[in-house]
């Protein structure tokens, strides 16, 4: 199993830690480290294209991208989603099996034409569309386990049943067109949440999609802004089970993407032991 980490723009308080407590990942054989800024140039430079305005419009409207640009974001948002589409190309290409992908903004709150909650562009849905043009990819499962609704998600594959989104959230249960809502109490112990988690890998086996995504935020640990009472062990538990899935169904193709979350201990402790389930610990 060969594994990407793809950390292309970073910079805030949660991620400060990163790229140095990836060491002792980034020595392993079968872990490729795609880096895209380096401090030590002008910030200008980036070893990687970031993806073109018009891989962007296969999800955004023109006028979203021109709010993204006023809000002084742009580069960040770019750049995180570079690092979900270009995660997803190298997958397909066979260059590597998995993938965590480092953002600086996130994905689920972004739909067509709106953005909010910290997600200007949305990386996930722009990866499927570009998987679905260059190399004619047929069908896609996102898991999203962040503490808040994917709203975006939601809205920009609403009509599209080729694409299955599973959020679990406080919202009510709603099933339309293989968009699902799983409720979540507002509060919960690590093994209730596992069991509803599990509850639903039936629709995923069932899709039979040929890449699977995880918008993995860490927002609903304990401590943090959307805290339901999940202990930082949780999200070791579930990548496993996540990770043995993918194998079963779509050869291990699979992209966390990294969403909600804000605390830097959380993000120091949880991402590298995240990165080494998926590159087989
Ligand atoms: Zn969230
Ligand atoms: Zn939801």
Redesign the pocket.
């Known amino acids: 199993m060969r594994t990407g980490i793809f950390y292309y723009y970073q910079k805030g308080e949660r991620l400060r830690d990163f790229p140095q407590a990836l060491k002792g990942i980034l020595e392993k054989e079968n872990v490729f480290f795609y880096d895209a800024f380096y401090p030590s140039k002008p910030p200008s430079s980036f070893e990687v294209d970031p993806i073109s305005s018009e891989i962007l419009h296969q999800v955004h409207s023109q006028e979203l991208v021109e709010e993204v640009i006023q809000t002084g974001n742009f580069e960040g948002a770019l750049f995180s989603a570079t690092g979900t589409v270009r995660a997803a190309e190298k997958i397909w290409m066979g260059e590597i099996n998995n993938a965590f992908v480092f953002t600086g903004y996130g994905d689920h709150h972004a739909g067509t034409i709106f953005f909010g909650g910290g997600c200007y562009f949305n990386g996930a849905a722009i990866a499927i569309r570009t998987l679905r043009k260059r190399f004619g990819a047929k069908r896609f499962a996102i898991l999203?386990t962040d503490a808040?609704?994917?709203?975006g998600t939601?809205e920009i594959f609403e009509a599209d049943p080729d694409v299955l989104y599973v959020?679990?959230?406080?919202?009510p249960n709603l099933e339309k067109n293989n968009k699902v809502?799983?409720q979540v109490p507002h509060r919960v112990t690590d093994e209730e949440y596992l069991g509803i988690v599990r509850n639903n890998f039936f629709r995923v086996m069932a899709f039979q999609p040929e890449i699977l995504f995880w918008n993995w935020g860490y927002d609903g640990t304990q401590g943090d802004y959307g805290d339901i009472g999940l202990t930082p062990h949780f999200h070791i538990l579930l990548a496993k089970e996540l990770k043995e899935v993918a194998n079963k169904i779509c050869r291990g193709r699979f992209i966390v993407v990294l969403c909600g979350g804000s605390r830097r201990d959380l993000a120091r402790t949880l991402i590298p032991k995240l990165i080494g389930v998926i590159s087989g610990e």
């Open positions: 999203d808040h609704h994917g709203d939601w959020c679990f959230c406080s919202d809502n799983i």
